[in-house]
């Protein structure tokens, strides 16, 4: 069952992905506001709509959690033969990016375990996860036996950690640590924003380069692929890491809070303080130098 289901989630992110890019490079990209510097626009909800009638009509009628709660979700919502399964989509990540002609966007789906209560679905872990580079014609993916590379060729290339042993804290001196702050809290002047920005001073302490993407799906796969040594995110939503919270895992990559140093072991503690993401040698040395912990 579970080859067949990512067999079609593949097809189905690949299939949106090609009205993604046609619309980034022809210019199909004007935004509507959706709330304080948060936007969408016409190929979020094209990309959505497809997934989510390919994923229904090959009959995974399970339960949608989707970022734009279209129409089409909705109605397929009502008709879920299942409630304990959950799709969790974010149909274009990066929608800032995307208006701006940057092609650091993406697309992510997983299938989930969790329960609907009153219309609102609880994930309690993810199965798999699939994340597609439209732009770079990339799709991750994880299974049971770990994280893999999809190219446009279809040749599945499995993928792992870039660094190994010990590490101190000249190690980290110039690597990319990728991070964000919300847009919702620009003035950061939270207590959470706080405790955020003390960790962010003592990253610096490391003398890393410090970027930020504007897409959290990339920036997972930053850190999957080697391109970065580690992701911090302030806040976060469901739709944005399930996908690459199930293939960093897979890839034996872990999550701590970037307020405590705790370990986070599913994605919604994510969503609920923030989160750093590295391998376990760059997660030992953050956890000893930031937080005390051994």
Known sequence: MLDNALKTMLAAVRKAGTYVS??????????????????????????ENNIVKELFSAGYKYHFLTEENSDIAYTCNM????????WVLDPLDGTTNFINHHPL??????????????DKAIIRDVIVGVIYLPILSEAYFSTLEGAFLSDKNGNNVKLHNKIAGKLEKTALAHSIFMFSFPKEDMDHTS???????????KIKAF??????SGSIVSDMIYLLTGKAVAVMHYSCKIW???AGFAILKQSNYK???????????????????GFIAGNSFVINL????FFAKA
């Open 22 to 47: 046609r619309d980034f490079y022809e210019g199909e990209n004007r935004p509507q506001s959706k709330g304080v510097a948060s936007f969408f626009t016409k190929t979020d909800l094209y990309s």
């Open 79 to 86: 008709q879920a033969q299942n409630q304990n399964l959950i």
């Open 105 to 118: 966007i993406g697309i992510s789906l997983a299938l989930a375990r969790g329960n609907v209560e009153n």
């Open 191 to 201: 207590d959470k924003a706080a405790q955020f920005n003390a960790t962010l001073e």
């Open 207 to 212: 003398q890393c380069c410090l970027r930020i």
């Open 240 to 242: 944005d890491v399930a």
């Open 255 to 273: 999550f701590i809070s970037p307020l405590t140093g705790e370990y986070l072991s599913d994605p919604e503690s994510l969503c609920t303080s």
């Open 286 to 289: 953050l956890r000893r130098e």
